[in-house]
């Protein structure tokens, strides 16, 4: 949900409050699933498929990108020290070039 409101965000101001609101709220959330040591879990698997509640690579990279578009919206996230790089990059991909 945070990534289409964050490009919302960078448009407009419409609403802005309420989204920082609740951005505040969310990364307040989504720090409190860190596990020191491990990282974040990717998330619920209920029928056992999939990579599950346990934290690991996967969930902390996905989790970690949340978190820097959830400051961003809030003007914070300079002081984490990161920025999403790869499939979790916040700007669009680079198109193909052309063959030469």
């Known amino acids: 949900m945070i990534h289409p409101l964050w490009l919302c965000a960078r448009q407009t101001t419409h609403r802005r409050e309420e ?3 609740w951005a505040a709220s ?3 959330a989504a720090l ?6 491990q990282g974040f879990g990717f998330g619920p698997a209920p029928d056992g498929t999939g990579p599950g509640r ?4 996967q969930g902390t990279e996905m989790w970690l990108a ?3 578009l959830l400051a961003d919206v809030l003007g914070l996230a300079d002081v984490l020290g990161y920025r999403p790089r790869g499939v979790h990059r916040p ?3 680079p198109s193909p070039q052309s063959p030469a």
């Open 19 to 21: 989204a920082r609101s």
């Open 26 to 28: 969310q990364l307040t």
């Open 32 to 37: 409190r699933r860190w596990h020191p040591g």
């Open 91 to 93: 700007e669009p991909a």
């Open 66 to 68: 949340i978190i820097w």
């Open 54 to 57: 346990e934290p690991g690579l």
